[in-house]
């Protein structure tokens, strides 16, 4: 099984996950030229996808999601509060899979597990992906760690975790009050110290891969990110990989 990003941040998101002749792309946030450009750095066409997985509604990963499904025919994965979230162009959907936020399914040889998350979105999970063998864990716009989520990640082999934020540099930063209270609440993002926090509660003894992602390019630096997951885990920062806007991260393994 293996796994790779086309970008990560605000800007927009997509993560490919593949195993066994499947291949899915879960969330896009890219317009289909930019999507289609960015999959050919990997050396892959859009048809060669089977599926796409919605996490939620919001534009940097959802955005993508219908141009892409309806000129390659692909089918979408979403809870139905995610189909209602995406308005004009979730009714644009034809070939959508509504799918259960606790309930467990299979994209060819790719089991589905979906989560429940607090993020202020109409009804957002986040996913573990597995083959049978080992397991990769996504999670991102979440609000806050909370024990559901430690259960959901714990014994994943690989983990693509959210470090949206440095509290001090988003206080002290150019956002407005209004929006450093949202992203900084429950139903916001995680900061770095909320992710290893949650690294913390987790069992972390499988992890093979660890890649900090959806950084904000004005409130938090990949230093500051490593240095707060590597604390929590007891690694060398450069040990932690980090997803960024413009080129993802290439395809990594896990045996």
């Known amino acids: 099984m293996r796994?790779?990003?086309?970008?990560?941040?605000s800007q927009g998101n997509?993560?490919?996950?593949e195993s066994g002749g499947t291949r899915v792309l879960l969330d896009c946030g890219f317009a289909l030229g930019e999507v289609t450009s960015r999959l050919s750095r990997l050396g892959l066409e859009p048809s060669s996808l089977d599926a796409i997985i919605v996490t939620h509604e919001h534009g940097d990963h959802g955005g993508g999601v219908a141009k892409l499904s309806s000129r390659h025919d692909l089918p979408v994965y979403l809870t139905r509060g995610t189909l209602s979230g995406l308005g004009a162009e979730g009714r644009e959907l034809g070939n959508r899979k509504l799918i259960d936020a606790y309930t467990p399914f299979a994209i060819g040889a790719i089991e589905v597990t979906p989560y429940t998350v607090p993020h202020d979105a109409r009804e957002?999970?986040?996913f573990v992906l597995g083959d049978g063998s080992v397991r990769l864990g996504v999670l991102t716009d979440?609000?806050?760690p909370?024990?559901?989520i430690a259960r959901s990640?714990?014994?994943v082999n690989a983990l693509v975790l959210e470090c949206n934020h440095d509290l001090d540099m988003l206080m002290n930063g150019p956002y407005t009050a209004q929006l450093k209270k949202r992203i900084a609440g429950r139903l916001g993002h995680l900061s770095n110290e909320a992710s290893a926090e949650l690294l913390r509660a987790m069992d972390c003894s499988g992890l093979q891969h660890l890649v900090a992602a959806h950084l904000s390019q004005a409130n938090n630096t990949p230093e500051l990110a490593r240095a707060a997951l590597a604390g929590a885990l007891g690694c060398a920062p450069e040990w932690i990989g980090v997803a960024t806007q413009d080129g993802g991260f290439p395809w990594r393994e896990i045996r």
């Not at 796994?3 to 941040?9: I, K, T, V, W």
């Not at 997509?14 to 996950?17: I, T």
């Open 153 to 155: 990640l714990s014994g």
């Open 146 to 148: 909370t024990p559901h």
């Open 142 to 144: 979440t609000g806050q």
């Open 3 to 9: 796994f790779a990003s086309l970008g990560s941040g």
């Open 14 to 17: 997509a993560l490919l996950v």
């Open 124 to 126: 957002p999970v986040q």
